[in-house]
Every structure is written in structure tokens, then in C-alpha cells.
């Protein structure tokens, strides 16, 4: 009796621990996902008002724009959003997927937008289409890297309706 008692809270207390721990990566990716969505909130709307709350201070962008800003960290992130709703207003992001694995979360999304003014090398008015996956990495609830890729085939189909339009400035 005595034997079947102690196996039996010695399985529970084994599941109790393995649950709890089950948990914890629950909450955290629930976090990271709720984090992320408050950022890309803040890029589409251009307010950075809290950005604090889910950006660390010495931020690394391992994907920044030489066009953008100079400055690092959370000042640079605020800069950035800033100049990108500034110049795609209406700029709009649809996430595709979404995962967490440790501390990291990985977003397939698609930017769709129309430039209000001339914007690394596309003119106003330029409706744009660039299908995006983001790498992040935190440490404890905040964001403290980032990694970014563009697909090609979107960036080579602006370069070549810039050329077109160009072309088509050229000879008036």
C-alpha cells in the first residue's frame, strides 16, 4: 500500500514539475508574441511612446539601413520607425506565422504600403509589396536583437519598376 501511495505522488509531483515548466515556455512565447505585436504596432502607427517597455535600451540591429539613422539601441529603433511611417503612412504588415523556440521568435510577414514621399530610391507615390521574416532575440521579456531578411524577388521587383519609371521620367 504504502509502495502504490508513494509511486503515486512521486508521479505527481514528477508532473507537477514537468506542467509548471510546460507553463513558464507557454507564458513566455505567449510574451515574446504579445511583444512583438506591440513593436509592429508601433512601426505601423509611428508612435513610439512605449517602446521602452519591450525594447532593451542597447538593442542590436544586425540589419540597419545606412540610409536610416547613426544612432544605436532603442534611439536608433525610434528613429527608424519614424523615418519608415513617415515616409509609407499607410503601411500595413499581415503576419503569415509566427513561432518561439527558447528565446527567440521567428515572423513570416508581408509590408504592403504606398510612399508619400521619395524613399531609399523609390519615388512618392511608389506602391510596394516586400515579403519579410524577422529574427528576434530576447533576453528575459524584452527585445535585445534583431535580424531581418527581405525577400530578393520583392527587392529586385522594386528596383526594376524604379528603373521603369525612371525610364519614363527620362523621356518626357
Do not use: C
Amino acid at each position: 500500500m504504502y509502495k502504490y501511495l508513494f509511486s503515486l505522488l512521486l508521479f505527481l509531483s514528477f508532473s507537477t514539475m514537468i506542467y509548471s515548466q510546460d507553463m513558464d515556455a507557454v507564458s513566455m512565447e505567449t510574451k515574446y508574441k504579445m511583444v512583438y505585436n506591440e513593436v509592429l504596432n508601433a512601426l505601423l502607427s509611428g508612435n513610439t511612446n512605449d517602446l521602452a517597455k519591450y525594447i532593451s535600451p542597447d538593442f542590436i540591429e544586425h540589419d540597419p539601413s545606412p540610409a536610416m539613422s547613426t544612432k544605436t539601441g532603442l534611439d536608433r529603433i525610434k528613429e527608424d520607425f519614424a523615418v519608415y511611417h513617415k515616409a509609407i503612412p499607410d503601411m500595413k504588415a499581415k503576419v503569415h506565422s509566427i513561432a518561439v523556440s527558447g528565446d527567440m521568435l521567428f515572423a513570416y510577414l508581408t509590408f504592403t504600403g504606398t510612399t508619400a514621399e521619395p524613399f531609399m530610391g523609390m519615388p512618392a507615390g511608389h506602391k510596394m509589396t516586400m515579403n519579410s521574416v524577422d529574427l528576434i532575440r530576447f533576453k528575459g521579456d524584452m527585445a535585445v536583437e534583431h535580424w531581418g531578411f527581405t525577400s530578393n524577388e520583392d527587392i529586385m521587383k522594386m528596383m526594376q519598376q524604379e528603373k521603369s519609371m525612371q525610364g519614363g521620367m527620362d523621356k518626357k
